[in-house]
Protein backbone atom coordinates (compact mmCIF):
# COMPACT_ATOMS: atom_id res chain seq x y z
CA UNK A 1 0.00 0.00 0.00
CA UNK A 2 3.21 2.44 0.45
CA UNK A 3 4.59 1.86 -2.64
CA UNK A 4 0.96 2.80 -4.18
CA UNK A 5 0.66 6.14 -2.17
CA UNK A 6 4.75 7.24 -2.86
CA UNK A 7 4.06 6.32 -7.08
CA UNK A 8 0.76 8.24 -6.64
CA UNK A 9 2.48 11.35 -4.60
CA UNK A 10 5.27 10.90 -7.75
CA UNK A 11 3.49 11.05 -10.21
CA UNK A 12 1.82 14.62 -8.65
CA UNK A 13 5.08 16.27 -8.24
CA UNK A 14 5.71 15.79 -12.55
CA UNK A 15 5.64 18.98 -14.22
CA UNK A 16 2.02 19.62 -15.64
CA UNK A 17 2.66 21.62 -18.57
CA UNK A 18 -0.99 22.74 -20.56
CA UNK A 19 -2.08 22.00 -23.57
CA UNK A 20 -1.57 26.90 -23.56
CA UNK A 21 1.40 26.29 -22.11
CA UNK A 22 2.60 24.06 -24.89
CA UNK A 23 1.37 25.65 -27.97
CA UNK A 24 1.84 29.13 -27.34
CA UNK A 25 5.10 30.98 -28.18
CA UNK A 26 7.68 28.27 -28.34
CA UNK A 27 8.23 26.99 -24.85
CA UNK A 28 9.28 23.48 -26.10
CA UNK A 29 11.76 24.40 -29.03
CA UNK A 30 12.67 27.78 -27.32
CA UNK A 31 16.58 26.70 -26.89
CA UNK A 32 19.04 27.77 -29.05
CA UNK A 33 20.02 24.81 -30.54
CA UNK A 34 16.40 24.92 -32.21
CA UNK A 35 17.72 28.13 -34.11
CA UNK A 36 20.62 27.43 -35.56
CA UNK A 37 19.57 27.34 -39.25
CA UNK A 38 17.00 29.88 -38.47
CA UNK A 39 19.59 32.22 -41.40
CA UNK A 40 18.21 30.05 -44.00
CA UNK A 41 13.97 30.92 -43.37
CA UNK A 42 12.69 33.17 -46.11
CA UNK A 43 11.97 33.03 -49.65
CA UNK A 44 14.90 32.67 -52.09
CA UNK A 45 16.27 32.42 -55.68
CA UNK A 46 18.91 29.57 -55.94
CA UNK A 47 21.75 29.91 -58.59
CA UNK A 48 24.60 27.83 -59.25
CA UNK A 49 27.40 28.97 -57.13
CA UNK A 50 30.11 29.10 -59.70
CA UNK A 51 27.90 30.69 -63.02
CA UNK A 52 27.77 33.75 -61.93
CA UNK A 53 24.87 36.35 -63.56
CA UNK A 54 23.07 33.56 -64.86
CA UNK A 55 18.97 33.16 -64.07
CA UNK A 56 17.92 31.68 -61.00
CA UNK A 57 17.40 27.74 -61.61
CA UNK A 58 15.01 27.29 -58.44
CA UNK A 59 12.96 29.00 -55.68
CA UNK A 60 12.98 27.89 -52.54
CA UNK A 61 10.78 28.42 -49.31
CA UNK A 62 12.20 27.97 -46.08
CA UNK A 63 9.83 29.06 -43.49
CA UNK A 64 9.43 27.41 -39.46
CA UNK A 65 6.92 25.06 -38.71
CA UNK A 66 5.13 23.00 -35.69
CA UNK A 67 5.48 26.32 -33.59
CA UNK A 68 9.64 26.55 -34.27
CA UNK A 69 10.02 23.51 -33.55
CA UNK A 70 11.17 22.51 -37.16
CA UNK A 71 11.80 23.91 -40.46
CA UNK A 72 10.06 22.86 -44.12
CA UNK A 73 11.65 23.53 -47.00
CA UNK A 74 9.75 23.99 -50.26
CA UNK A 75 12.28 23.82 -53.58
CA UNK A 76 11.06 24.09 -56.74
CA UNK A 77 13.20 23.90 -59.53
CA UNK A 78 12.39 25.37 -62.96
CA UNK A 79 12.83 22.18 -64.89
CA UNK A 80 10.18 20.63 -63.01
CA UNK A 81 11.79 19.09 -60.16
CA UNK A 82 9.75 19.88 -56.59
CA UNK A 83 11.72 18.81 -53.20
CA UNK A 84 10.25 18.56 -50.09
CA UNK A 85 11.74 18.60 -46.90
CA UNK A 86 11.55 18.49 -42.79
CA UNK A 87 14.26 20.10 -41.17
CA UNK A 88 14.95 19.59 -37.31
CA UNK A 89 16.87 19.38 -34.35
CA UNK A 90 16.72 16.08 -32.30
CA UNK A 91 17.45 17.20 -28.53
CA UNK A 92 18.55 13.83 -27.65
CA UNK A 93 20.76 12.99 -29.93
CA UNK A 94 22.03 16.87 -30.47
CA UNK A 95 21.68 16.48 -34.02
CA UNK A 96 20.29 18.35 -37.27
CA UNK A 97 18.40 15.49 -39.61
CA UNK A 98 16.55 16.43 -42.78
CA UNK A 99 13.91 14.03 -44.78
CA UNK A 100 13.72 15.15 -48.22
CA UNK A 101 11.38 13.63 -51.25
CA UNK A 102 11.24 14.86 -54.54
CA UNK A 103 8.29 14.69 -57.44
CA UNK A 104 10.77 12.08 -58.99
CA UNK A 105 10.75 9.35 -55.95
CA UNK A 106 13.84 10.17 -54.43
CA UNK A 107 13.84 10.17 -50.87
CA UNK A 108 17.06 11.07 -48.86
CA UNK A 109 17.36 10.74 -44.70
CA UNK A 110 20.63 12.77 -43.86
CA UNK A 111 22.38 13.83 -40.06
CA UNK A 112 24.06 16.23 -38.99
CA UNK A 113 25.74 18.80 -36.52
CA UNK A 114 25.87 22.93 -36.84
CA UNK A 115 29.74 23.73 -35.87
CA UNK A 116 31.55 26.82 -37.22
CA UNK A 117 29.04 28.56 -38.18
CA UNK A 118 27.56 25.69 -41.22
CA UNK A 119 25.19 23.16 -40.86
CA UNK A 120 26.29 19.68 -41.94
CA UNK A 121 24.47 16.57 -42.90
CA UNK A 122 25.48 12.95 -43.99
CA UNK A 123 23.37 10.01 -45.22
CA UNK A 124 21.76 8.24 -47.68
CA UNK A 125 19.96 9.07 -50.96
CA UNK A 126 17.83 6.38 -52.06
CA UNK A 127 17.25 6.74 -55.85
CA UNK A 128 14.07 5.70 -57.98
CA UNK A 129 16.11 3.44 -59.75
CA UNK A 130 16.86 1.29 -56.75
CA UNK A 131 20.24 2.61 -56.03
CA UNK A 132 21.41 4.29 -52.74
CA UNK A 133 24.17 6.84 -53.12
CA UNK A 134 25.83 8.30 -49.52
CA UNK A 135 25.48 12.76 -49.93
CA UNK A 136 27.12 14.86 -47.31
CA UNK A 137 25.16 18.99 -47.50
CA UNK A 138 26.62 21.05 -46.05
CA UNK A 139 24.75 24.98 -45.81
CA UNK A 140 26.62 27.97 -44.44
CA UNK A 141 26.09 31.90 -44.77
CA UNK A 142 27.29 33.91 -47.62
CA UNK A 143 27.48 37.13 -47.17
CA UNK A 144 23.69 38.32 -47.17
CA UNK A 145 22.85 35.06 -48.72
CA UNK A 146 23.27 30.85 -47.85
CA UNK A 147 25.49 28.68 -49.97
CA UNK A 148 24.26 24.89 -49.88
CA UNK A 149 27.31 22.74 -51.32
CA UNK A 150 27.51 18.89 -51.61
CA UNK A 151 29.19 16.09 -52.40
CA UNK A 152 28.28 12.24 -53.08
CA UNK A 153 29.77 8.92 -52.86
CA UNK A 154 28.94 5.91 -54.47
CA UNK A 155 31.05 3.48 -53.35
CA UNK A 156 29.86 3.54 -49.69
CA UNK A 157 32.11 6.75 -48.88
CA UNK A 158 35.44 5.32 -50.66
CA UNK A 159 35.34 8.16 -52.67
CA UNK A 160 33.64 11.54 -53.16
CA UNK A 161 32.62 13.55 -55.80
CA UNK A 162 30.79 17.22 -56.02
CA UNK A 163 27.23 16.75 -56.41
CA UNK A 164 26.21 20.78 -57.09
CA UNK A 165 27.09 23.79 -55.37
CA UNK A 166 24.05 26.56 -55.44
CA UNK A 167 24.02 30.09 -53.82
CA UNK A 168 20.26 31.27 -52.35
CA UNK A 169 19.48 34.79 -52.53
CA UNK A 170 16.63 36.96 -51.35
CA UNK A 171 14.14 36.84 -53.94
CA UNK A 172 12.82 40.36 -55.26
CA UNK A 173 9.32 40.17 -55.50
Known amino acids: MRLKWAFAFGLCSLPIVTH ?31 ATGRPAEARARITP ?68 VQQRITWRRQGDGVRESAVLSKDKGKTWQPAFDVLFRKRVP
Not at 23 to 32: D, E, K, L, S, V
Not at 35 to 45: L, R, T
Request: aromatic letters at 14%.
Open 65 to 132: VAQGCAIHELYEQNDGLIGDSILSFDPVRQQWQQTWVTNRGSIMVIYGEFAKGAVELAGDVHLVDGHT
Open 20 to 50: AEATNGYPRCGAAEFHQFDFWIGDWDSFDAE
